[in-house]
């Protein structure tokens, strides 16, 4: 409700007034550049790989109007809640990736699959990280999968061209010596990705943006050298992954994770509603989490759950597809 006066308002109001409503200037700016009423989050998983959490693996959609548009991973259990929230193959602008780890990736041959029981006909464009020593690029990731001599080879009509449409993946740069930020148009959306760190997996962020609202999925990262920050700010949604405590002594796990005051650090530069999402048994002390964020960023901050859908003009979750 405040939020929707303050964007009413916001041209009258001084800065000061706004400080007094309780919102900062940064956040009411980002929310009244957002023309959008239409574009919505929808949290397909809140998990990581584990499987006695309760939680789906990670995968979010971006809907318009209701409508699927693009898929950010597609972890194990995401196919089940993309059906839940009513998402059709055949509206799928492009799926992106921010790795190939198993809880971000899994669900993919059970979505090519099902595409052939649908009236899709428009090709799919599969946008992931290139590939290094020790994990293949997309497009290999993607060969290996439904490639003739592939582990799927009966989906194989749907990277040669012989199916009713073609997936096609696409191999954007994932590395971290040199950082630059992809960008590209899809449909009257700007899609952006930027190399992230995770441990050795060559890794990205993604940035949806359309008429001046924006979501950032942060993907899995400690963001040693801070790349993530350019993406996030003046973002309306930073979905970010909350899979270590703060005072976390596990080195293996730190060096693929953020920490809770790191992300409240990067919340800090710029965003109008942090959502926490890829909770792990070890990380699942919110009243903790939400005290280290504290420390650094004191803005509206939301702990995912599956099937959460988030508007992104407000960054308020407005329901839920279970
Ligand atoms: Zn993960």
């Not at 998983?45 to 809907?63: H, M």
């Not at 994990?135 to 060969?143: D, L, R």
């Not at 061209?161 to 997936?167: H, L, R, S, T, Y």
Request: hydrophobic share 40%; with cysteine; glycine share 8%.
């Amino acid at each position: 409700m405040l939020v929707h006066f303050i964007k009413k308002t916001s041209v009258a109001l001084s800065m000061g007034a706004m400080f007094l409503l309780g919102l900062s200037a940064h956040a009411a700016q980002i929310h009244a550049q957002c023309q959008d009423d239409d574009l919505t989050v929808v949290v397909l998983g809140s998990g990581g790989p584990e499987l006695d959490d309760g939680r789906a693996s990670t995968g979010y959609l971006i809907q318009e109007q209701g409508k699927a548009r693009f898929l950010i991973d597609f972890g194990a259990g995401t196919s089940l809640n993309f059906e839940r929230a009513g998402g059709r193959i055949e509206d799928l602008y492009a799926l992106l990736f921010s790795h190939y780890h198993v809880d971000h990736s899994n669900d993919l041959p059970a979505l090519i699959k099902a595409s052939f029981f649908s009236s899709r006909s428009q090709d799919l464009p599969i946008y992931g990280p290139t590939g290094n020593h020790i994990i293949p690029s997309t497009s290999v990731f993607i060969e290996r999968q439904f490639g003739q001599t592939g582990a799927y080879p009966y989906l194989s009509d749907f990277l040669s061209g012989d199916a009713n449409f073609a997936i096609r993946p696409i191999d954007v740069n994932a590395d971290l010596k040199h950082p630059q930020i992809f960008s590209k148009q899809i449909n009257g959306f700007t899609v952006k990705a930027m190399p992230i760190s995770h441990g050795l997996l060559p890794s990205l962020a993604w940035r949806i943006e359309k008429n001046g609202c924006s979501v950032v999925v942060s993907g899995d990262t400690s963001n040693q050298g801070h790349t993530l920050d350019a993406l996030v700010k003046g973002s309306n949604i930073f979905i970010a992954h909350n899979a270590v405590p703060e005072h976390s002594h596990d080195n293996v796990a730190t060096h693929l994770h953020m920490t809770p005051s790191e992300i409240g650090r990067i919340a800090n530069l710029g965003t109008n509603s942090l959502v926490l999402s890829h909770f792990m048994k070890r990380s699942q002390d919110h009243h903790h989490t939400q005290n280290a964020i504290k420390t650094q960023y004191q803005g509206k901050l939301q702990f995912a759950n599956d099937c959460d859908i988030y508007s992104v003009k407000t960054g308020d979750k407005i329901g839920q597809c279970l």
